[in-house]
C-alpha cells in the first residue's frame, strides 16, 4: 500500500487553522455548519482508530512477553524501561517548571478572559454526528461501563494486566503447545496493522475537520491571551524533544540521530494527528520493528506499556498548565509547592488516558489538592480547551517519541544494534 507523506498532515493542519480562523472573521455564524459536516469526519477518524487499540494491547503485548525467551530477560526488559521513563518524566518535569518561572505566562490573564459562553460551541446534532456518535469514542470507558467501573483509566490498567497475563501464559507454556497459539496471536496482529495502514491515509483530512473547529472556536483574540502560555508549552517540548532526547539517544543508546528521525516520521504525523499515545500504538510498533530495526521481543513490550505509561509530553504541559492556572488567579506557589505540583504532574501522567483531552481532569485535581479554584481565577479550564487540542497534539508526538527512545536505548542494553 502506498504510504502518504507526512507533509501532507502538515498541510492539512496548516489548511484547517487557515480555514478555521478565516471562517471566524468573515462568517462567524458558521460554527453549526462546521460541527455539523466537518467535525464528525474527523471525529470518525479518532473514533475507527480507537476501536483497535483494544485487540493491539492484547496481541501485541502477550507476543512480546512471550518472545522474551525467560522471565529473567524479560524482568530486565521492564526494569530498564521503567527507570528510563522515569527520568524522561523527571526531565520533562525540570524543564517545565524552570520555563514557567521565567516567562510567567499567567500573570498577563488577569482580567482579560471573555465569558466562557464566547468559548463554547457544543455539540453538533446532526444526522452524521448522530452517525459517528454510534461508534465508541473510548472503548476503555464504554467497557467500564459495562461492568460498572468508576473510570476508563482502571478498565485500560485491567486490560494491560490482561494482556500481561496471557503474554506470560504464553511464555511458560512448552513449545510444542504454544506454537498454535503464538501464531493465532500474530495473526491477529497482522489484521490490525493491516486497517491501521489503510485508515492513515485519511490522517490529512482528520487534522483538516479537528483543528478547523478548534480555530473556529478559539478565534485570534483568545490565541493573542494565551498565546506566552502557548509558547512557554512549545518551548518546553522542543527542549525536551530536540535536546533531551538526542542526548539520551547518543549517551545511552548509540544510536545514529539520523536514522531514528527519519525511522519515526510516520509515528509522529499520526500522533499529531490523533492527539492520542494509544491510537498511535500501532503504527509505533510497525515503525521500531521497521525503519528503526528494534527487536519485536523488546519493542513490543516497551511500547505497549509505554503508551499508557510513559507520557512525559502530558507531565511537562500538566506542570506548565497549573502554575499557569494559579499565576492567572494570582497565587504564587513557593518552591514547596512546586515540588508538589512536579510530583503530582509526574505521577498522574502515568495515570492520564492516552486519549484526546485526557490530560484535562488531572490538572483540575492538581488544581484542587492546592486550593486554587479556577471559577475564581480570572481564567478557566473551558479556555484552556481554546488552545488544548492544538497543544495536545504537540506534546502527544512528544510521548510517543519518547517511548521509542526508550525502546532504543532499551534494545541497545539488551544486546541490539544501532
Known amino acids: 500500500m502506498e504510504k502518504r507523506s507526512p507533509w501532507w498532515v502538515l498541510a492539512g493542519l496548516v489548511a484547517g487553522v487557515g480555514t478555521g480562523l478565516g471562517l471566524r472573521a468573515w462568517q462567524p455564524n458558521a460554527g453549526p455548519f462546521l460541527q455539523t459536516w466537518v467535525e464528525p469526519w474527523g471525529e470518525l477518524f479518532l473514533r475507527l482508530l480507537f476501536l483497535l487499540v483494544i485487540p493491539v494491547l492484547l496481541t501485541a503485548l502477550p507476543l512480546a512477553i512471550a518472545s522474551a525467551g525467560s522471565l529473567l530477560r524479560l524482568g530486565r526488559t521492564a526494569l530498564s524501561a521503567f527507570a528510563l521513563a522515569l527520568l524522561l518524566g523527571a526531565s520533562s518535569v525540570l524543564v517545565a517548571l524552570a520555563l514557567v518561572n521565567v516567562t510567567h505566562p499567567g500573570k498577563s490573564m488577569a482580567g482579560k478572559v471573555p465569558p466562557a459562553e464566547e468559548i463554547a460551541l457544543g455539540q453538533g446534532s446532526g444526522f452524521l454526528a448522530q452517525a459517528v456518535n454510534l461508534i ?23 486490560i494491560l494486566g490482561l494482556a500481561v497475563g496471557l503474554g506470560l ?24 496493522m493491516r486497517f491501521i495502514a489503510g485508515l492513515i491515509r485519511w490522517a490529512p483530512g482528520a487534522v483538516f475537520c479537528l483543528t478547523c473547529l478548534s480555530f473556529f472556536r478559539t478565534g485570534p483574540e483568545l490565541l493573542g491571551y494565551l498565546g506566552t502560555f502557548g509558547l512557554t508549552v512549545l518551548l518546553a517540548l522542543a527542549l525536551q524533544g530536540f535536546g ?10 548509540k544510536y545514529d540521530l539520523g536514522k531514528f528521525w527519519r525511522g519515526i516520521r510516520e509515528p509522529l504525523s499520526t500522533a499529531f494527528a490523533t492527539a492520542s499515545s494509544n491510537a498511535t500504538l500501532p503504527v509505533t510498533l510497525r515503525a521500531a520493528e521497521g525503519p528503526l530495526g528494534l527487536r519485536p521481543e523488546i519493542s513490543r513490550f516497551v511500547l505497549t506499556a509505554g503508551a499508557s505509561t510513559n507520557q512525559n509530553g502530558t507531565a511537562l504541559y500538566e506542570g506548565v498548565t497549573v502554575i499557569f492556572l494559579a499565576q492567572a488567579a494570582g497565587v504564587d506557589l513557593s518552591l514547596t509547592q512546586q515540588a508538589v505540583v512536579a510530583g503530582y504532574a509526574l505521577i498522574a501522567s502515568m495515570g492520564t488516558a492516552g486519549v484526546p483531552g485526557g490530560t484535562l481532569p488531572m490538572i483540575a485535581a492538581v488544581l484542587a489538592s492546592l486550593g486554587v479554584n479556577p471559577d475564581n481565577t480570572g481564567v478557566g479550564i473551558a479556555l484552556i480547551l481554546g488552545v488544548d487540542r492544538f497543544l495536545d497534539m504537540c506534546r502527544t508526538s512528544i510521548n510517543v517519541t519518547g517511548d521509542l527512545v526508550i525502546a532504543v536505548v532499551a534494545d541497545r542494553w539488551a544486546g541490539g544494534k544501532s
Open 136 to 158: 465508541p469514542g473510548n472503548p476503555f470507558g464504554l467497557l467500564a461501563g459495562w461492568l460498572g467501573w468508576e473510570s476508563s483509566a482502571k478498565m485500560m490498567l485491567a
Open 169 to 192: 501464559m504464553m511464555l511458560l507454556l512448552p513449545e510444542s503447545r504454544g506454537k498454535g497459539i503464538r501464531q493465532a496471536w500474530e495473526g491477529t496482529f497482522a489484521i490490525c
Open 244 to 253: 533531551v532526547y538526542p542526548v539520551l539517544l547518543r549517551v545511552l543508546g
